[in-house]
């Protein structure tokens, strides 16, 4: 019975127990003690051993590595090994991924797989050149159940922790394991150390003064500067939070004094503000703000920390200190200046035109695209206030043009050059803060029946008058070009109490115009001493006042830098013409004046002859670009004559290309100089050679006749005393040979002479300094006289003229002409 009940107990245990499992669903749980039933579902109970994953390191502490130097210094290799049962197991993947402090390093394979490098072959080499790529995770396939890897420290101290994973086949359940790697400093720290270095980030545009502050003009113009410190270790990582406050910001004396102030809110939320307020670090940074005064200038702010303690409550024991400038503008332009009015001719020897050209698809022209004959021109201007900032970006600056009427009298353009304009003087007086303008009357008249009305011109041709709707354009006389020829030339300074810049006119009465604007309210009255110019329609060229954006017409508008860009346009047939742009701004009490002449394309521009047809037909074609630095041309003539030759020249540019036809423009108003003439005789440099033989024969025998005195002097003979014989026989030989030599050079000499006396060549040019005029032409005449013709073995005279322009505008090559006797080769 005892046994019967004792195999009864056995059998109601097995039964509890599979009930158990049944129920709780316990595979998984018995998986692990080698139980080989069966479970339920995939996640069920399978009676197998559960796998485990281990991750070790042969270094779990590495130093910074502040130069990221690619060392086994920096460097440490980790292993991760699978098991089952105690056993190694042959994992499908293992991935090692970097689970936190990613910018503390990084992790390797160091397989010389090349799917994990990147090679590349350097210029010049055959030799292929692989470098290891640097990863974040690690993935391995088909282990054995043991990989390894390696881990690089970087330059930024803190603990890594890297994850190793893989998937348990049985249960499909993923299992890691973890290893924390410390990245190490100085005194074997990973996080922030004492204060080393303190950093402003703060952007470089200024701010405004408080009585101009945001939303009272154009463009946005703000009074607060908003700005961060960062306060940094030894090796560059934030430091910890203080018992007290971490920096002391502070502005230093020698600012505007215009009631700005400091502000900013520290860790527990106190709210800072003065001149000196103490900042915590919120988030690894401390923010605060400038509020910008009344007056303009520079503030320059200090921030310290205490390297000492880390708190600057309880004094500052070691300073580290930096310091910050921030400019404090008015937002109100007070001047303007253009860039120049030929820059790029004057620093690159070109010009910076364009030429417009048509698509030659609407024309049908398979030649290329056909030329419209308008130039494009940049112009730049620069703009600043009192204190040489620059504006907002996205101030509005208005440019006006002016090319009429010019003087028909005087510089008459285009035969005389670039001209002038007629309604001009030294003498303007503007009333401060007023509309009118006055300028005394001429006191010489120009022509019969002259008005002598400064702003009414008879110039033989039309009338000049300054009607409203003209444009009065006022220059600073301490800059204006005394030089008729190149009258107001140079860009005008822009002096507040010269009232630089343009007005509209709107009435006139006598020596007198009425403006739409006010002049300048300035306490210095200048007087009648203002350089004034008038211009009125029409007009050859224009200048833009609105940019294309995106496809969109904007105003010209200042940049971040205060420079202002805009085209202006004229037509091939107004080059070397005089114009005047003017800038304005802030209303029209800022301006800027620039004066020059409609440039051509000065790339590749020519000299050339035109006439006569002798040298004509010897110059390159026009259709040649480049042309060579040198271009000559030659023609003979009869000896001893008088020759007057008259010669025209021509100024073009360097052309555009319409129609796959080099077209060029001619350019009036260039100077071209002529150098002085270079005469070659070649009668006259053989007289002067044998003069010179004769000298040096001469020379020869005096000296040998004070070396040997008496040589040649007649003794008795001393083996027949009724006989003569020289004192030194072979002396006296070479004496005899000298003194031949000297009446061969002296025959010669004369010789020569005479055929030279024959002949005195002269040469000149008139004038000796031309300029283009109407069509690019300038004349001049070639004057020789007296040229002596080729005898024997002896060449003719000739003269070498050489010309060519003075720039720096227009810079073409030279020409020589020779005139000569020589007949060509």
């Not at 009864?8 to 003690?33: P, Q, V």
């Not at 993947?93 to 990147?118: M, R």
């Not at 002949?759 to 007296?786: E, H």
Request: net charge negative.
């Amino acid at each position: 019975m005892r046994a019967l009940m004792k195999e009864l107990k056995e059998f109601i245990g097995l039964c509890l127990l599979a009930l158990m499992l049944a129920g709780w669903g316990m595979g998984d749980a018995l998986a692990g003690s080698g139980f080989t039933g069966s479970g339920g579902g995939g996640g069920g109970f399978t009676g197998q051993a559960l796998v485990s994953i281990e991750i070790t390191a042969d270094k779990t502490t590495l130093p910074v590595n502040i130069t990221k130097q690619f060392s086994q210094s920096y460097m440490s290799t980790f292993y991760v090994t699978v098991k089952q049962n105690g056993n190694v197991f042959p994992a499908t993947s293992i991935s090692v991924t970097v689970a936190s402090g990613l910018n503390t390093g990084s992790l390797f394979y160091l397989d010389g797989d090349k799917t994990h490098q990147t090679c590349t072959t350097p210029a010049g080499s055959t030799t292929e050149v692989c470098v290891d790529n640097a990863y974040r995770s690690l993935v391995f396939e088909k282990t054995s159940g043991i990989v390894s890897g390696h881990f690089l420290a970087g330059s930024t101290p803190g603990a890594v922790v890297l994850t190793a994973t893989t998937q348990d086949p049985n249960t499909k359940q993923t299992v890691s394991a973890n290893l924390t790697i410390n990245v190490v400093g100085g005194g074997g720290g990973i996080t922030g150390g004492a204060p080393a270095a303190v950093t402003f980030v703060m952007d470089p545009t200024p701010v405004y003064i408080s009585t101009n502050p945001d939303g009272t003009t154009p463009v946005s113009q703000s009074n607060i500067k908003l700005f961060q410190v960062f306060v940094k270790d030894d090796l560059g990582q934030p430091i910890n939070p203080s018992s007290g406050h971490t920096l002391r910001v502070e502005m230093l004396p020698n600012r505007p004094n215009g009631g700005e102030w400091l502000s900013t809110t520290d860790a527990a939320g106190n709210p800072q503000e003065g001149t000196s307020v103490l900042a915590d670090m919120v988030g690894g940074a401390a923010t605060l703000a400038l509020h910008a005064g009344t007056l303009p200038g520079t503030v320059v702010i200090s921030a310290t920390a205490d390297r000492a303690d880390n708190n600057v409550d309880n004094g500052i024991q070691m300073a580290i200190t930096n310091y910050a400038t921030i400019p404090i503008g008015t937002g109100v332009i007070s001047s303007l200046t253009f860039s120049g009015p030929f820059a790029d001719a004057v620093l690159a020897r070109s010009n910076s035109l364009n030429a417009l050209l048509t698509d030659p698809t609407q024309f049908l022209n398979p030649k290329g695209a056909l030329w419209n004959g308008i130039y494009t021109r940049p112009i730049s201007v620069i703009a600043s206030d009192p204190f040489g900032n620059p504006p907002p970006a996205g101030t509005p600056i208005t440019f006006r043009l002016i090319d009429s009427p010019l003087d028909m009298l005087q510089n008459r353009y285009p035969d005389q050059g670039h001209g002038q304009f007629a309604i001009t003087g030294y003498n303007g007086d503007p009333q401060e803060g007023g509309w009118e303008f006055f300028a005394p009357n001429r006191t010489i008249p120009r022509v019969n029946g002259d008005t002598l009305n400064p702003f009414v011109v008879p110039n033989g041709v039309s009338w000049a008058i300054a009607d409203p709707l003209c444009l009065l354009v006022l220059q600073d006389p301490e800059v204006i070009n005394p030089n008729t020829s190149t009258i107001n030339s140079l860009p005008s300074e822009g002096r507040l109490e010269y009232h630089v810049g343009s007005r509209v006119i709107t009435g006139r009465q006598g020596n007198m115009l009425i403006v739409n604007e006010p002049f300048n309210q300035v306490s210095q009255n200048v007087g009648a001493n203002v350089w004034y110019t008038v211009g009125c329609a029409p007009h050859k060229g224009n200048i833009a006042n609105f940019n294309t954006v995106s496809g969109s017409e904007v105003s010209v508008m200042t940049d971040a830098n205060g420079v202002a860009n805009t085209i202006m346009n004229y037509p091939a047939s107004q080059v070397g013409r005089r114009f005047m742009v003017v800038a304005e701004s802030n209303g029209g009490k800022v301006g800027a004046v620039m004066t020059h002449w409609y440039l051509g394309n000065d790339v590749g521009a020519i000299l050339t002859v035109t006439a006569p047809a002798q040298l004509a037909q010897q110059m390159p074609a026009l259709s040649v670009n480049p042309w060579d630095p040198l271009i000559t041309a030659t023609l003979v003539v009869a000896s001893g004559e008088s020759i007057n030759l008259p010669v025209t020249f021509q100024v073009l540019d360097g052309g555009v290309t319409s129609n796959g036809v080099l077209v060029r423009t001619p350019i009036p108003g260039v100077s071209i100089s002529a150098e002085q003439p270079v005469i070659t005789n070649p009668a006259a440099t053989a007289a002067a050679a044998a003069e010179a033989q004769l000298a040096q024969a001469t020379a020869a025998l005096a000296a040998f006749d004070a070396a040997n005195p008496g040589v040649c002097d007649d003794v008795a003979d001393p083996t027949d005393p009724t006989k003569t014989v020289k004192r030194d026989p072979a002396k006296c030989a070479t004496r005899t040979e000298l003194a031949a030599a000297v009446d061969t050079a002296t025959t010669a000499a004369v010789s020569a002479s005479a055929l030279a006396s024959q002949y005195n060549p002269t040469a000149s040019v008139v004038p000796a300094t031309l300029t283009s005029g109407g069509g690019g032409y300038a004349y001049a005449t070639l004057m020789v006289n007296d040229l002596p013709p080729p005898v024997g073995d002896l060449a003719g005279g000739s003269v070498d003229f050489y010309f060519s322009t003075i720039g720096p505008e227009v810079s073409s090559e030279a020409i020589k002409i020779t005139v000569t006797t020589n007949p060509p080769q």
